[in-house]
């Protein structure tokens, strides 16, 4: 596990978008965070009692 990810507040999930990152890219992985911060659900990450964007809504 990288460095920076172990130290991370989150470090499972910022190693999961790590990953994500190579298999899908930089850009398309900003997107999706930016558009999650932004109110769209797009991405949602909870861990260690922290979360961060917006949760899918439950049907």
Known sequence: MDMSVRKHPMPEIAAFVAELRCAFGDATMDE????????????????NGQWWALRLPVQ
């Open 32 to 47: 999706a965070v930016a558009r999650g911060r932004a109110g769209e659900p797009t991405f949602f990450a909870s861990e």
